[in-house]
C-alpha cells in the first residue's frame, strides 16, 4: 500500500474574512469539510488550531498564491502570516499547493475552471454534491460554498503530487461511474 | 477524555499526561511560545495519536443529517448527547453503538476504532498475564486438563490473528 493513502490532511482556503477547509485521509476518504465565516481576521488560527486538534493532520495544505495575484491583499497576507507563524511554533508542517498544480490535475478532459472543478469534485464525493453552486453569472458573487471546493481541489492536487496516477483515475472512475446521475457532465 | 491542570474535564486532555492539547497550541500561540517545553510536549502528543477517536462526524456529515435529526432517529430529546459522542466526551452505551451501527450501516469496530484498538491492546496485555499465571500451574493434578485447554486456546487464538 502507498504510504500516502492513510496521511491526514487538512487542506484551507485562506481567505480575508472566510475559511473553507477539508480533511481528508488518503486521497479517497474525505473526513470533513467547512466554510466558516469571521467578523474578526484572528478567527481564522482559532478554528484551524481546533482542527488540527480533533484530526492530528500530518499535513497543512495552502495555497501558494503569487503576489501579483489580486488574492493577495494586505488583510490575506495577515491572516496568512498568522496560520504560518502558529503552524511554525507547533512544528505543523506546511505545504503550498500552486494554482497550476490545481489545474493540471482536473484538466484530462477539458479546460479545468473552478466551476467545472468543483463539479467534478462532487463527482468523486456525492456527500458535496449539494454544495455545488449553481453556474454564477457576471454579476453575482461567488457561492459561499466555493472554499470547499478550492480546498478539496487543492488536497486532490497535493496527493496527486505524491501518486498522479492514482488520483486521475480516481476521479475518472468516480466521474463516469456518477455521470449518468447528472450534474457532471457539463 | 481526561482531566486538565485545573481539573476540568476536556477531550484533547491526554489522561496520561494531564495536558490539553487544545489549551496548549493556543496558549502556545498566543503567549508567543516559540521553543519549550510546552512545544515539546504537544509535538509528542501530535505524534502519538493517530487514529481519530470515532467517526461518528463524517457518517452524520456524508449522510446530510444534522445532529438534532441524528439524536431523533436514535430516540434522544436533545442533541447534546449526539455531539458528545461526536467529540468523544462520552462513550454511547451498547444500544447506542448499535443503534449508530443501524443507522450509518457501519460496524461499530468501524465507527469507534480508538476505542476498538485501546479494548484490543487491554485485551492482550491480560491474556499475556493470565498465560504467565496459567503457565505457573502445576502440570499435575484435577485442573491440569482444563488449564491444558486454556493454553491450547490462547495458542490458537494467536495463531488465528
Known amino acids: 500500500m502507498n504510504r500516502h493513502e492513510n496521511m491526514r ?23 470533513d469539510w467547512g466554510v466558516k465565516r469571521f467578523e474578526v481576521e484572528v478567527r481564522h488560527v482559532e478554528r484551524i488550531v481546533r482542527l488540527v486538534a480533533v484530526y492530528h493532520p500530518s499535513v497543512i495544505l495552502l495555497r501558494n498564491v503569487r503576489k501579483n495575484s489580486s488574492r493577495h491583499t494586505p488583510a490575506f497576507r495577515s491572516v496568512h502570516r498568522r496560520i504560518v507563524n502558529w503552524a511554525n511554533s507547533v512544528e505543523l508542517p506546511i505545504a503550498y499547493v500552486t494554482e497550476a498544480a490545481v489545474r493540471q490535475t482536473f484538466s484530462a478532459s477539458a479546460k479545468a475552471t473552478k466551476e467545472r472543478i468543483a463539479r467534478l469534485i462532487a463527482g468523486c464525493f456525492p456527500e458535496l454534491a449539494w454544495h455545488v453552486p449553481p453556474p454564477r453569472k457576471l454579476w453575482q458573487s461567488e457561492s459561499r460554498s466555493m472554499p470547499i ?19 486521475r483515475k480516481f476521479i475518472v472512475e468516480s466521474v463516469s ?8 457532465a457539463r | 477524555m481526561g482531566t ?7 477531550q484533547y486532555t491526554n489522561p496520561a499526561r494531564g495536558a490539553c492539547l487544545y489549551t496548549l497550541s493556543l496558549g502556545c500561540w498566543l503567549l508567543g511560545l516559540e521553543k519549550g517545553r510546552n512545544r ?41 448527547q449526539v455531539a458528545r459522542h461526536e467529540r468523544s466526551l462520552s462513550l454511547p452505551t451498547l444500544t447506542t453503538a448499535l443503534a449508530y451501527e443501524v443507522i450509518f450501516r457501519v460496524p461499530v469496530a468501524d465507527l469507534f476504532p480508538a476505542t476498538r484498538e485501546r479494548a484490543q491492546q487491554d485485551i492482550d496485555e491480560r491474556i499475556q498475564a493470565l498465560k504467565g499465571a496459567l503457565e505457573q500451574r502445576s502440570g499435575k493434578g484435577r485442573y491440569a486438563p482444563v488449564t491444558a485447554r486454556k493454553l491450547e486456546w490462547i495458542a490458537m487464538r494467536y495463531e488465528s490473528t
Open chain 2, 40 to 80: 515539546t510536549l504537544l509535538l509528542m502528543e501530535t505524534e502519538d495519536i493517530r487514529t481519530l477517536s470515532n467517526y461518528i462526524r463524517v457518517h452524520r456529515k456524508k449522510s446530510g443529517l444534522n445532529q438534532h435529526e441524528l439524536s431523533m432517529l436514535l430516540g434522544y430529546i436533545g442533541d447534546g
Open chain 1, 149 to 167: 471546493f478550492d480546498a478539496a481541489a487543492l488536497a486532490l492536487a497535493y496527493f496527486a503530487k505524491k501518486d498522479p496516477m492514482a488520483v
Open chain 1, 177 to 184: 461511474f456518477h455521470r449518468p446521475l447528472g450534474g457532471v
Open chain 1, 9 to 31: 490532511v487538512i487542506a484551507l482556503d485562506v481567505r480575508p474574512r472566510r475559511l473553507g477547509y477539508v480533511v481528508f485521509e488518503g486521497p479517497t476518504r474525505l473526513i
Open chain 2, 4 to 10: 486538565d491542570e485545573r481539573g476540568t474535564k476536556c
